[in-house]
C-alpha cells in the first residue's frame, strides 16, 4: 500500500468532517484529565512529564538520569531500582488494599474464581519461590504456555519478581511456534497446564507443550497447571505439577531490586521475514508508560471493573491486563474462553454479571458482534460501562457506530488505541474526558509521545498520507529485538536514517491534526488484530513435501479485517485439488498454529514478480479481491498475471 497516494473514499466523505462526538458532561465532569494543560506541559517539558507518571510508582532506589539517548538505544530511569511485581502488589497490601478484587475470573465452562490482591500476591510468592528453588535466577527466561486462568498472571508475576524474564506464548501457537521461540529466548523452565478450554474443546496445552519440549534442549523443568483434569503424560524429573509444588512452597519471597534497564519480559512478534522478532522490554521505563496510560486512557477509578479481553499470550494482555492496571490495583474481569460459547451473548452476560464499567477489545470481535445482531446485547443489562476501548486495527467507523450505539447506549466515550508490541504501552489515543471522538480516527499522540507523519525523505507532512514515526524516544518503547541488534537498527531504524522510529504503518492526518491509520505499509498481515507476516506463512507452505513456491497476501475480510490468501506452486508431480488445498490449510496450522490457516489456497503455475524477483504482492491482492489489476510495468511477466486472473475468477 502506498500511504502518499491515499484516496479520498466515501468513508471519509461520509465521516471525516461531518461526524464528531463529545463526551457527555458527566463523564468530562468526572474525569481524571479534563485539562487541555496536559498536553501543553507535556510538550513544554516532556521530560518532566515522565518524571512524574513514573512518580507514581513505587522505587526502592530513585533514578539519577531520566533519560540517555543513544540513538537508536535509549535507558529511561538510569540508575533508578524497582520491581514490577511489588508494584502490582505489595505495595497495594500495605496501603491496606489487600482484600480488594483484583481479579473475577470466568471459566469458559462456567467455573469461576474471585481473587483478593492478597490472594494474588500469595500465590505469587509461592510461584516465585518454587522457580527460585528450580534454579532459575535473576536475567533467565521462563517460557509461558498458558490459557486465560489466573495461574497465567501469578505465572508472570512470579518471574518479575525474581527478575526472571518472561516470554509468553500464546496458547493457539503450535508445537513448532512454541519451539522455536523457547529456543531462541533459550528459556530454562516452561509453564503450562494440561489444557484450556476453547469453545466447548480442551486445547491439549500439555500435548502440544511436549512435542516443543522434545527439541528445546535449554528446558530443565516443566510446571503444569491442572486447569481441565484430564489425563497427560508427566515425565518424571521434568514435569512438576503446579498443586503438588504449591503445597511445601514457602509463602514469602522477597522482590528483585532490578535495575530501571534491567531485562522485564521478551515477547515474539510477526517480523516482515519468516523469523518472529523477540521484542525486548525492560523494567522501570515499560512500567511507568503502562502505568501512567492505564490511567489516563481509561480513566480508571478505584471502584471501576476493568475488562480488557485480550489474552496475556499479546502485548495488550501484558500492558493492559497485567501490569498497568495491577500497577494501579484495578479490579479486573478475566474471560478464558471464546466469545460465542455457549451463547453469542456471552460477553454482555458477563458484563452483566460484574457490573463491568470499562471494556476493551478489538475491532475484529465488534464485527462478529455486529454481524449476530443487536439482540444479543439488548437481552442484557450494560448499563455498568461508561468507557469502551478498541485496539488491534483500525476500528472501521460503521463498527465504531455500532459500538457506540448498542454497546455504548451512547452513553460511553470510545478510546481508539493505537500501539504496537514494540511501542509498550499506548501511543496516540484520545482522552476520553476532553478528546472530541471521530469515528475511525484514533485521534492524537497522547501527552509525552512525539509522533509525526512523514514522507519517504522524512519530511514532515501536517496534512495528508504517510508514514507514521514516533520522533522521540519514550519510556515504555522496546529496547531491542532479543539477540538482535542488527534487525532491531534495520527493521525500525533504517528508513529515515537512524533518525526517527519507522512504526510501518500508513497514516494519513487530517486538517485539525487527527489521525487516520490505513494499516500496514509492509508485509505484515492483521489477522483478527493478530499480526502475521506473509513470510511466515509462506515459509509454512514451503516447508510442506507438495509445495515448490508460494506467495501470500493478505486480503480484506469483512469479520477479521485481513484474511489469508496463498497463491501456491506444487511440485510438479503433484495435483491441485480440494484435498491439496485441506492439507496445506493445516500444514499452516501444524507449523504456526491455526490462527495464520490461509481462508484460501490458488494454485498456480506461476506468481507475477519484479524483473528482480520480487513477488508482487500488491498484484496478487487486486487478484484475489477481484479488482482491476494495478500498475504492472515493473512486472518481469505480464502474462503470468493475467493466466493468474483467469485461473482465479475460475476459482
Ligand atoms: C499493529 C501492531 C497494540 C496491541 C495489539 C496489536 C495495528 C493496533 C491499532 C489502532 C489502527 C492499529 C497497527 C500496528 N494497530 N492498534 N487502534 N488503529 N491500527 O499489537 O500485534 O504489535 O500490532 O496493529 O498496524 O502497527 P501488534
Known sequence: MDPLKHQKTEVDDLFHESRRFEPSEIFKSHANYKDIKIYQDANHDRLKFWEDCARRLEWFVPWTKTLQWDRPFAQWFVGGRINASYNCLDRHIKANMGNKVAFYWEGENGDTQILT???????VNKMASVIKGLGIKKGDRVAIYLPMIPEAVVAMLACSRIGAAHTVIFGGFSADALRDRINDAQAKLLITADGGYRRGNIVPLKTIADAAVEQTPSIKDVIVVQRTKQEVPIKSGRDHWWHDLAKTAKTYCEPEPMESEDLLFILYTSGTTGKPKGIVHTTGGYLTGVTATTYSVFDLKPNDIFWCTADVGWVTGHSYVVYGPMANGATQVIYEGAPDFPERNRFWK?????????????????????????????????SSLRLLGSVGEPINPEAWMWYYEYIGQKRCPIVDTWWQTETGCIMITSLPGMTTMKPGSATKPLPGIDAEILNE???V?????????????????LRGIWGDPERYKQTYWSKWQGKNYFAGDGTKRDKDGYFWFLGRVDDIMLVAGHNI?????????????????SAVVGVTDDIKGQAIVAFVILKE??????????????HVALKIGSLAKPKQI???AD???????????????????GRALGDITTLADPAVTAALKQKYDEV
Open 533 to 549: 507476516s506473509t513470510a511466515e506463512v509462506e515459509s509454512a507452505l514451503i516447508d510442506h513435501p507438495m509445495v515448490a513456491e
Open 457 to 459: 525523505e522524512g519530511e
Open 461 to 477: 507532512i501536517k496534512e495528508g498520507g504517510g508514514f507514521l514515526s514516533i520522533t522521540s524516544p519514550w519510556p515504555s518503547m
Open 350 to 382: 458477563i458484563i452483566e454479571k460484574y457490573k463491568v464499567s470499562i471494556l476493551y477489545t478489538a475491532p475484529t470481535a465488534i464485527r462478529a458482534f455486529m454481524k449476530w445482531g443487536e439482540e444479543y446485547p439488548k437481552g442484557c443489562d450494560l
Open 602 to 604: 490458488i494454485f498456480t
Open 573 to 586: 508431480k503433484n495435483k491441485s485439488s480440494k484435498e491439496a488445498e485441506e492439507i496445506l490449510k493445516e
Open 117 to 123: 490482591y492478597q490472594d494474588v500476591y500469595e500465590q
Open 607 to 625: 506468481v507475477p514478480k519484479t524483473r528482480s524477483g520480487k513477488i508482487m504482492r500488491r498484484l496478487l491482492r487486486d487478484i484475489a479481491e
